[in-house]
């Protein structure tokens, strides 16, 4: 059984620029949720979907955008890339939200993306 | 505001010594706290979910606490695999997290 997977490993990009990063959850989940984390800090959060939709959003910037498929699949983008997005980006999977407002299961984590911007 | 502290920020045994690590937490209204243990560039591995005061959850070298303002994780005779940073999280609504103890295991 996979857990879960993201892509790419690492990726470099310059300032201004854009960046997509995926995510395909645990089998049998339907709820992702994406962090930011900084070096030596722990993970922020930045948005949680379920159904297609985000449910609930962190202290991040419309610069940061994302969206679910119907295969629960998730993409993370970044608009205008700033030196401060540095970071790991993190995606967690869990199980479905079942009528509560927010996900209150254990979240299992991909490997990470590890965002350089110059 | 809801917050979450870690201590110490980093820990260095001698393999076999037992220590405990301390996340304490100020949330209105709790739904779980969760440990996890993160290796140097990888994603954060679960280790425990605990729901209400008095509860504890063991697994191998780890056992979990929690009472209403802090959570313990306690570590008998490390070893050197042990080495990562630990994490606590607690759930209001979302994942708020800690810092972090960066534990290093000396053989």
């Known amino acids: 059984d996979a857990g879960v997977t993201q892509s790419p490993t690492h990726l470099i990009k310059t300032r201004g620029q854009q960046v997509t990063l995926r995510c395909s959850p645990k089998?049998?989940?339907?709820?992702v949720s994406w962090y930011q984390q900084a070096l030596g800090q722990g993970p922020q959060f930045i948005f949680q979907y379920y159904e297609e939709e985000e449910r609930q959003r962190g202290n991040f910037p419309d610069r940061f955008s994302g969206h679910q498929f119907p295969n629960y699949s998730s993409e993370l983008n970044v608009n205008a890339l700033l030196l401060g997005d540095s970071a790991l980006y993190l995606c967690?999977?869990?199980?479905?939200?079942?009528?509560?407002?927010?996900?209150?299961?254990?979240?299992?984590f991909g490997p990470g993306t590890r965002l350089t911007v110059l | 505001e809801d917050q979450v502290t870690q201590s110490p920020e980093a820990l260095r045994l001698q393999e076999g010594e037992s220590s405990s690590l301390n996340c304490s937490y100020t949330?209105?209204?709790?739904?779980?706290l969760f440990w996890y243990r993160q290796d140097p560039g990888k994603g954060p591995e679960f280790l425990f979910t605990?729901?209400?005061?008095?509860e504890e959850k063991e697994k191998e070298r780890l056992k979990a606490t929690l009472t209403k303002k802090e959570s313990f994780l306690h570590i008998t005779a490390p070893k050197p695999e042990d080495s990562a940073t630990y994490l606590c999280?607690?759930?209001?609504?979302?994942?708020?997290w800690g810092a972090g103890t960066k534990l290093i295991i000396k053989p």
């Open positions: 949330v209105s209204g709790l739904r779980g």
């Open positions: 089998s049998g989940h339907d709820t």
């Open positions: 999280a607690v759930h209001p609504y979302q994942l708020i």
């Open positions: 967690a999977s869990s199980t479905g939200l079942a009528g509560r407002q927010t996900n209150t299961d254990t979240q299992y």
């Open positions: 605990l729901y209400s005061a008095g």
